[in-house]
């Protein structure tokens, strides 16, 4: 190495040597202690481009802050105006490795630290982490309702598992949240789920407060077929995700119309302790969609042992479930049947298509009795009953509106 490689080489350190005197703000700028301005920060990192000098910044704000107050941060990050999330943050935005491998030990010792006295009350709460298509709404496969319709009580599940089983009277109709994790790349999620999603939750703001979307990074050859490359893109994200959360649980929900199930029973192998429930909603589909609607797998196609995972033709069926399991409470659970029955009683005729009414009729009355039955075995005092389902089995009589 000649003496002008060399100079080059030592040049950058003889000026920062020189400028060491020179204050950066905000960088070396005490932190206040309030939340709403440390997120505020990294927000004007996000907007202005995650340059090495931001991820420093962003870094120590994400270190600085501890406990509690740390996953306070997180929500205000994962749920802020901008709609960027705090996986894009790390994975995506923050391209430094040992920066991003600091923020996520330090995420998993603040965990360890709030989870280690063993008076810590057990997680009465978990993350909401749903698929989008044939779950949230019907689309590619399932053919009892129309296109674009949202499944009846679908929204209200979502808030049940998001308040979790401690919530009560006025605490079962808090505002929920979900993330959603996408099969599709950035490019055709954002363009497709967008113009959906976002008027979608605008126009139900006082039943999910905040939605976040996981896109998958990219497609992966030398997996055999379209059903499994979803389902490794949504376990890759799900196993993202949960290190960004040490201190949380999960539930995921998906349907049976392509990968969802092999996705879930990769998160139970990964996360059995972490994962509390799979639901998968088993859609009716009659073949006519080929790759994309595959025969629905059973519970006799997986593995023996595999456990909490169910699934259920109604979201007043996957409730019945999530009761059972500890993971909503009695008020929720009627909630969501309730919300189920009031739409199907008001829009039934419309939005179920008559080949398949006689069917969908069936399936939530035999739901709804059910979830009848468990209420009134939680207590001997005389509770309120459900409403009846009042859209007839035959296309020939339109329903009667409560």
């Known amino acids: ?22 204050h950066f703000q905000p960088l070396d700028r005490p932190l206040s ?9 990294i927000d004007r990192a ?12 962003v870094t120590k704000v994400l270190l600085a802050t501890h406990g509690e107050d740390l996953t306070r941060l997180k929500n205000l990050i994962e749920h802020g105006p901008d709609k960027e999330t705090l996986h894009e943050l790390l994975y995506q935005q923050i391209s430094d490795e040992v920066l991003r491998q600091a923020i996520l030990t330090h995420f998993a010792r603040e965990s360890r630290s709030e989870l280690s006295p063993p008076s810590h009350p057990p997680k009465d709460k978990v993350r909401v982490l749903s698929d989008i298509d044939d779950t949230l709404y019907s689309s590619l496969c399932d053919e009892r309702f129309r296109r674009r319709t949202l499944f009846p009580g679908v929204l209200e599940f979502y808030r049940a598992l998001s308040v979790g089983i401690r919530a009560h009277d006025s605490g079962a109709q808090a505002k929920g ?21 976002n008027p979608l939750f605008s126009a139900h703001s006082s039943i999910i407060g905040g939605y976040s979307l996981l896109p998958a990074p990219r497609a992966y050859s030398g997996i055999g077929n379209v059903h499994e490359v979803q389902a490794f893109a949504k376990f890759r994200n799900f196993v993202q995700y949960a290190a960004l959360y040490p201190e949380s649980d999960f539930v995921f929900i998906g349907d049976s119309g392509q990968g969802d199930l092999l996705g879930g029973e990769l998160m139970l192998y990964h996360q059995p302790e972490r994962l509390r429930a799979v639901f998968i909603h088993q859609i009716v589909t009659s073949q006519r969609h080929g790759m994309f609607c ?3 797998r059973s519970v006799k196609d997986m593995d023996q042992g595999i456990t909490r995972l169910v699934f259920f033709d109604t979201y007043i069926g996957a409730a019945i479930q999530a009761f059972e399991w500890g993971l909503i409470s009695e008020e929720s659970l009627t909630i969501v049947a309730q919300a189920a029955i009031r739409t199907l009683n008001q829009r039934g005729a419309e939005i179920v298509n008559p080949e398949h009414r006689s069917l969908v ?22 509770r309120e009953r459900l ?9 020939c009589h339109a329903p009667t509106s409560p």
């Open 1 to 22: 190495m000649n003496l002008t490689d060399r100079f080059r080489r030592v040049l950058p350190w003889i000026a920062m040597s020189l400028l060491g005197c020179v």
């Open 33 to 41: 202690d309030d939340l709403q301005e440390r997120a505020a920060i």
């Open 46 to 57: 996000q907007h202005h481009g995650i340059s090495r000098r931001e991820a420093l910044i």
């Open 177 to 197: 949240s979900v993330t959603f994790l996408s099969a599709r790349p950035r490019e055709l999620a954002g363009f497709s789920y967008t113009s959906t999603l």
């Open 294 to 296: 595959p025969y629905p």
């Open 361 to 382: 009729v069936g399936q939530f009355r035999r739901d709804l009795r059910r979830a009848q039955e468990v209420i009134d075995h939680q207590s001997d005092a005389p």
């Open 387 to 395: 409403p009846d389902l009042l859209l007839s089995e035959s296309t």
